[in-house]
């Protein structure tokens, strides 16, 4: 007998529990489930992850900005860009501490972005440590470093901005620098007038301005006339002994090939047949040939 009742009371509880889970045969859902809602479950948006539409997007601004730019002249550690209007441009500069990059802006300061440097400008030239320029009434300009004369305003005074140094002036440049170059030896600028002289200034220790002496020139001397394009270089490197060559080249009106300069410590020639050094320009090519 009490087997019978403890066997109806387990027959009972499975029943109930029966119930329970699959409810009746009604298909009625006992336990409806929780539906999370899928808003509250989305992570919280950090502002740094927050991505703007293009129209809403920040613009940096700056006061001015270099527009329709004409030419531009790079040196080792700056640059130099003219725009349609006029207007030179100047960025990079600080090379080293004890010898800054003077931009031409009045400050010594390093420039990431361009700034205005002055106006009416029709050529710029970017040279190591010095530049220049010529604005639309043929005035040169110069400005930078200048511990050897190579500004050509009569002094070895550093200038931040732009100082005049001579009229008249129809094309300028700066004797390039390579990257064995002294940082001496390559300070030396030219000038074509109207007229088609040329002009020379800065360092000379070997004759290398064609003037006919081995003086450094302080401000323009007069060197070749009716000359119409002028290219210059320079290299020097103490690899295996002292290589130094310093040569200038000239083409005149007439279409004559001019050079100065030589091989230095080294058997480079400049074109005449020969390995000498020469401080004033000697003919190459003729005209007539």
């Known amino acids: ?7 109806l009371s387990v027959l009972l509880v499975t029943a109930m529990l029966f119930t329970a889970c699959f409810g009746s045969n009604t298909g009625t859902t006992v336990n409806e489930p ?5 808003a509250e479950q989305e992570p919280e948006l950090r502002e740094e992850d927050v991505s703007l539409d293009c129209e809403e997007q920040p613009v940096q601004e700056f006061e001015r900005v270099p527009q ?94 732009p100082v005049p140094i001579m009229e008249g002036v129809i094309y300028a440049t700066i004797a390039p620098t390579t990257a064995n170059s002294s940082v001496m030896e390559s300070q030396r600028s030219f000038a074509i007038t109207e007229k088609g002289t040329l002009w020379g200034w800065g360092i000379n220790r070997i004759g290398q301005l064609g003037d ?30 002292w290589i130094d060559f ?10 004559a090939l001019w050079a100065w300069g030589g091989g230095g410590m080294v058997e480079i020639t400049i074109g005449d047949g020969t390995f000498e050094n020469h401080r004033v320009p000697v003919l190459i090519i003729d005209s007539y040939r």
């Open 246 to 255: 310093v040569n200038t080249f000239a083409v005149t009106a007439c279409g």
């Open 1 to 7: 007998m009490k087997k019978n009742i403890i066997a």
């Open 68 to 161: 329709n730019v004409t030419a531009v002249s790079a040196g080792p550690w700056h640059t130099l860009a003219v725009t349609e209007s006029g207007t030179l441009w100047g960025w990079g500069g600080m090379a080293h501490p004890w010898t800054p990059v003077i931009i031409g802006d009045g400050t010594e300061e390093q420039r990431l972005t361009p700034v205005p440097i002055m106006e009416n400008v029709v050529s710029a030239s970017a040279g190591e440590y010095h530049s220049l320029a010529i604005t639309s009434d043929n005035t040169l300009w110069a400005w930078g470093q200048n511990f050897v004369g190579q500004l050509g305003d009569g002094t070895t005074e550093d200038r931040l901005s």
């Open 212 to 241: 006919g002496t081995d003086e450094p020139r302080l401000a323009p001397v007069h060197i070749l006339d009716n000359v119409v394009y002028i290219a210059s270089n320079y290299y020097m490197s103490h690899w295996n002994g």
């Open 34 to 38: 929780v539906v999370a809602n899928v």
